[in-house]
C-alpha cells in the first residue's frame, strides 16, 4: 500500500505556491495576518502541510523578502551596459517593494540570506565582471545601490507616503512657514524634471556616474 498523501500533497503544493499566498495576504492584510494556519486556509491546506515545503515562520518570511528581490532581479543580462543595467535595477526594486509596502519592514530588517537570493547575486556578479569589473568592487556596487533604494523606501514607509520622495513634502510647506528660510522657499518652488520621483533618479544618477569614476 502506498502512503497516504496529506491535503498539501494532494493539491500540489509547492514552496513557491505558498510564498505567493504569503505575500497576498501580507498584501492586503499586513505581515500581523501571517500564520502557517492562516496561509494553510488561504490554499484549502491543513497548516502542517506547509512544513513539508516551509521550515517555520522564519522561513516564510525570509521567503517573502526572496520573492521581491526575484521580481526585481538585477537586468545585467539584457542591458547594453552595466551601467543601463543597475540603473533598471534600481527603478525595478523601487516599484517593487513600493507596490508591496506592507512587506517593507522585512526587507529593511532581514538579510534574507536564501539560495535564491545567492544565486540572484551570483548571477549579477557573473554580468559585472564580463563587462570589466573587480569581483569586489562588483559586489560594493551592487550592495551600494540595493542599500540606497531599500533606505528610500524605508524614508517613504516611515513618512506615511509610498508614492512621493520625503523630499516632495517641503513642496507642501506653507510659504509662511518659510519667511525665515528663503533658500529652502527657494529651493522648494523650483520647477522639477517630470517624473514620479526625481529626487531618486537624479542620487541614482549620481551614485552611477561615482562608480564610474571611483
Do not use: C
Amino acid at each position: 500500500m502506498s502512503p497516504k498523501r496529506t491535503r498539501g500533497q494532494n493539491a500540489g503544493l509547492t514552496r513557491q505556491a505558498i510564498l505567493r499566498a504569503a505575500l497576498a495576504l501580507a498584501d492586503r492584510e499586513g505581515l500581523k495576518a501571517l500564520s502557517m494556519r492562516r496561509i494553510g486556509q488561504e490554499l484549502g491546506v491543513e497548516a502542517m502541510s506547509l512544513y513539508q515545503h516551509v521550515a517555520g515562520k522564519d522561513a516564510l518570511l525570509d521567503g517573502l523578502v526572496e520573492q521581491l528581490f526575484t521580481q526585481a532581479a538585477p537586468p545585467l543580462a539584457e542591458a547594453a551596459s552595466w551601467q543601463e543595467g543597475l540603473r533598471g535595477y534600481g527603478h525595478t526594486l523601487l516599484r517593487v517593494l513600493l507596490a508591496h509596502p506592507n512587506v517593507i519592514p522585512l526587507v529593511v530588517g532581514r538579510p534574507a540570506i536564501t539560495p535564491q537570493n545567492l544565486h540572484l547575486m551570483e548571477d549579477a556578479l557573473h554580468m559585472l565582471r564580463a563587462a570589466g569589473l573587480p569581483l569586489e568592487r562588483a559586489l560594493d556596487m551592487l550592495y551600494a545601490v540595493t542599500g540606497f533604494v531599500v533606505g528610500h523606501v524605508a524614508i517613504l514607509a516611515a513618512s506615511g507616503s509610498d508614492r512621493h520622495a520625503p523630499g516632495d513634502r517641503l513642496q507642501a510647506i506653507p510659504d509662511p512657514d518659510l519667511r525665515e528660510t528663503p533658500l529652502l522657499a527657494e529651493a522648494t518652488r523650483a520647477q522639477r524634471p517630470s517624473g514620479p520621483d526625481p529626487r531618486f533618479g537624479f542620487a541614482l544618477e549620481a551614485m552611477l556616474k561615482g562608480f564610474e569614476t571611483g
